[in-house]
């Protein structure tokens, strides 16, 4: 969403991740457009 790459370790910990981190956090949260 926000254009940067996901973390190799947030792939091996989750390999069909489609947010980094930071994201998934804020959709987790409802703070994404």
């Known amino acids: 969403i926000c254009g940067k790459d996901?973390?190799?370790e947030r792939l091996k910990a989750v390999p069909h991740a489609t947010m980094c981190i930071e994201c998934k956090?804020?959709?987790e949260r409802g703070l994404l457009k």
Request: hydrophobic content about 50%; proline content about 0%; glycine content about 0%.
């Open 6 to 8: 996901i973390s190799v």
């Open 25 to 27: 956090f804020k959709e």
